[in-house]
């Protein structure tokens, strides 16, 4: 991520000196889990959420910091133009792709978890491109079978599968 966007990891001040910075950013997320997710608010979606944290982040902006002589939005203004742009890189691709066998029942194992694929690949390699919540299979930059990621084992479906008999 360093390197797609071009940015240095430093986040805090070196040494003693920023010791207590790493404290006051997780207090603040703690601030902010404790006064608008709880209760855990009833969303539909992960947009409904995003939506939900972007409302209650622009409530915070007229918010007085202790100590500090300025709002949230004020404090901001001040230091939005000293913050660099992010490169033209396009967006960050997160995925982890692996290139994986399938095997003679049509399946192919990726992070512990199995997935079904066409049978007409058994035997061949393909590419599995996992995200945090789709994984994507393809062979010969073609796609075979998308389907939801979990930490528990799915089946991707994919256009040559068959409902179950029965």
Do not use: W
């Amino acid at each position: 991520m360093r390197s797609h966007y071009l940015y240095d990891s430093i986040f805090t001040t070196v040494g003693i000196a920023g010791a207590h910075e790493k404290g006051g950013v997780e207090g603040e997320v703690g601030r902010l889990r404790r006064n608008h997710l709880v209760p855990v608010p009833a969303v539909g979606s992960i947009a409904q959420l995003n939506l939900l944290l972007l409302d209650a982040c622009e409530q915070d902006l007229g918010r007085r910091i202790h100590g500090r002589p300025a709002t949230v939005a004020e404090q901001h203004a001040v230091e939005r133009p000293l913050l660099r742009a992010l490169p033209d890189a396009g967006p960050f691709d997160a995925t982890e792709t692996s290139i994986v066998r399938v095997d003679a029942k049509a399946l192919i194992t990726v992070r512990q978890n199995r997935y079904s694929v066409p049978v007409a690949l058994a035997g061949l390699r393909v590419a599995a491109a996992v995200g945090a919540r789709e994984i994507i299979v393809t062979h010969h930059d073609r796609v075979v079978a998308t389907g939801p990621h979990s930490t528990t084992s799915r089946t991707p479906s994919h256009p040559d599968s068959q409902p179950p008999p029965g």
